[in-house]
């Protein structure tokens, strides 16, 4: 099956630090990638579709200025959570879908902890 | 909010036995797909059901959906230690690739 990777799987950093993380798809080309948050014992929320080639689409709710994200090859797009507060602690999580079947499956990354102190 | 509706929030039960989920959520749908999460993990896929569909079957896996009460139930069969997770459904409309995820459920399969 298709195989997403995140890099790093956990990070702390100190309140006021950006922190960038990656999403890859391994064995396939992505024009769109998912991004989710999720916090402790709770659902994932979406937070902004990345595009290929393009501005990313948030969701409502979500600071494009404070959440920056970036797809600029098929197979890599990246988060980057600017000046990180501790409210800003959680999991989050990219999924891309490769195309290659009818249906709209997903693949999740193993997710990318982050802690902020 | 568009986020659907799973329960029950958390469920026991004993290995052996099976266990049902179910999902509600609230506009027309294209799919609807169950996941798994382990503990701190990524999301696995488990099974993906058209809004065409009213029942698919996949190993100890059974799901069912409802379009007219806008619901779908996840049945494992036969419930093993290893079942233990939160399970997800997430639900796609025409025309759009974003998923919205339901609450979810909390299953321990107690050994």
Known sequence: GAVVSQHPSWVICKSGTSVKIECRSLDFQATTMFWYRQFPKQSLMLMATSNEGSKATYEQGVEKDKFLINHASLTLSTLTVTSAHPEDSSFYICSANPGTSPTNEQFFGPGTRLTVL | ?111
């Open chain 2, 1 to 111: 909010s568009q986020q659907g509706e799973e329960d029950p929030q958390a469920l026991s039960i004993q290995e052996g036995e099976n266990a049902t989920m179910n999902c509600s959520y609230k506009t027309s749908i294209n799919n609807l797909q169950w996941y798994r999460q382990n503990s701190g993990r990524g999301l696995v896929h488990l099974i993906l059901i058209r809004s065409n569909e009213r029942e698919k079957h996949s190993g100890r896996l059974r799901v069912t959906l409802d379009t007219s009460k806008k619901s779908s139930s996840l049945l494992i069969t036969a419930s093993r230690a290893a079942d233990t997770a939160s399970y997800f459904c997430a639900t796609d409309y025409f025309g759009n690739e974003k998923l919205t995820f339901g609450t979810g459920t909390r299953l321990t399969i107690i050994p």
